[in-house]
C-alpha cells in the first residue's frame, strides 16, 4: 500500500521515498541522528511509503523526476531480517530468492538513473542490518 497525503504545487514537484516493510520515517529519528547528523529532522518530513520491491520499482518509475531523496531498509521481510540478524541460527533457512531486499531496490534505482542519464535522488540508508546497510552503501562508492 502506498501512502499519499494531498500535495501542494511545490510538494508535488518534489518526493522523498522510504522503503521500508514495517517501520515509517518518524520512527528513524532516534537512531539516524548518529549517522546523518543535522539531517536528521527530515524524518519528521513528509515521505511517500513504499512497504516491498515491486511498490518502490513502480514509485521510481512514475516519479523519477520529482524524487529528491530515498531512504532504504534492506530486510523487507521478517525472513530476511532473521538470516542477517541471527545467521548461525538460520544457516540452514534458505530465503526465497523472490523475495527482494533494499540491496534490490537500490541496484534497481542506480540502474533506472543511469539508463535515463539522471542524477539520483539523495540517499540514506536507515536500515538496523550492519551488513546490509553497508552493502547499499557500497554499491553507491
Known amino acids: 500500500k502506498i501512502i499519499v497525503r494531498c500535495l501542494s504545487p511545490k510538494e508535488r514537484e518534489q518526493m522523498k521515498v522510504f522503503l521500508d516493510d514495517i517501520r515509517d ?3 528513524c529519528l532516534s537512531y539516524m541522528q548518529a549517522r546523518i547528523g543535522v539531517l536528521n529532522p527530515i524524518y519528521a518530513e513528509d515521505w511517500v511509503v513504499v512497504r516491498n520491491y515491486d511498490e518502490f520499482k513502480s ?3 512514475e516519479n ?3 524524487i529528491t531523496h530515498v531512504s532504504f531498509d534492506h530486510d523487507l521481510s521478517d525472513a530476511q531480517a ?3 540478524n ?3 541460527l538460520m544457516q540452514d533457512v534458505e530465503l526465497d530468492e523472490s523475495e527482494k531486499t533494499g ?3 537500490a541496484k534497481y534505482l542506480k540502474w533506472i538513473y543511469a539508463e535515463h542519464n539522471k542524477r539520483r535522488p539523495i540517499m540514506f540508508v536507515h536500515s538496523m542490518n550492519v551488513p546490509g546497510t553497508e552493502a547499499i552503501i557500497n554499491l553507491f562508492k
Open 103 to 105: 540491496l534490490d531496490c
Open 59 to 61: 514509485i521510481i518509475n
Open 82 to 84: 532473521m538470516k542477517y
Open 64 to 66: 523519477m523526476d520529482k
Open 25 to 27: 520515517p518518524h520512527l
Open 86 to 88: 541471527y545467521p548461525d
